[in-house]
């Protein structure tokens, strides 16, 4: 969805906007999954495992940014992407589409400035104003640093999937749920 854009400081005095994440980033966008899931074990994904082509990625964007179920926020700092939030419902059933899921990650340079603080506010806001009532994550047991982040941000821990990952080192990881009311 296309939304306003927000320009925030950041703890070392640097400005970074938030802003719809479009097409024109779409190569920026190929980078920072590969090199994001290489700097932490927590996201999904290997890097192996993100196999996008340019034009792939520009049309996933395009489509993202037409949808107004959808946002996917970019943090951009002094013209280069940052880090990439989104929130997207959990499904058209009426039983479920009170329910919306979000995600985030930064390049491991921009941790610690108080971007995450802010693009969670932001989604937040903008998941209430599409209607959402409650706002869910999963997030690896062992990430303290987004647990601290999203506590920070009014989320309340609602379980734990047991061995919901397997690393390629063999080792298995509980996911722990997390949800914010919007209401
Ligand atoms: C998790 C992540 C999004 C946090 O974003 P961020 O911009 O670094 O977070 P902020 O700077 O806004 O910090 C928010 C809070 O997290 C906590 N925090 C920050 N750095 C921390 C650290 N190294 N260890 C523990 N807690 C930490 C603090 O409580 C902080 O609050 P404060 O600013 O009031 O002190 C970011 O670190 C990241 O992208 N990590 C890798 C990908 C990832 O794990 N994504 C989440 C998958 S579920």
Not at 51 to 75: G, H, S
Not at 144 to 149: K, S, T, Y
Request: proline content about 2%; charged content about 30%.
């Amino acid at each position: 969805m296309r939304f306003e854009e927000r320009e925030i400081v950041l703890k070392d005095g640097r400005k970074c906007i938030l802003k719809p994440n479009s097409p024109e980033y779409a190569e920026a966008m190929i980078e920072y999954l590969t090199k994001t899931s290489g700097e932490t074990e927590f996201l999904l994904r290997y890097p192996d495992e993100v196999n996008y082509t340019l034009e792939n990625e520009q049309e996933i964007l395009q489509r993202l940014l037409e949808d107004p179920y959808v946002i996917m926020m970019a943090a951009i700092v002094d013209g280069k992407v940052a880090g990439n939030g989104s929130v997207s419902g959990i499904g058209d059933k009426r039983k479920i589409r009170h329910r919306c899921s979000m995600a985030i990650a930064l390049y491991e340079e921009y941790w610690g400035l108080g971007i995450g603080t802010a693009m969670i506010g932001y989604m937040t806001e903008l998941a209430r104003e599409i209607g959402w009532h409650q706002m869910d994550l999963e997030v690896v047991a062992e990430n303290e640093q987004a647990q601290a982040l999203y506590k920070k941000c009014g989320f309340i821990e609602s379980g734990r999937r047991h061995n919901a990952l397997l690393f390629d080192d063999g080792t298995y990881h509980d996911e722990i749920l997390m949800y914010k009311d919007l209401k």
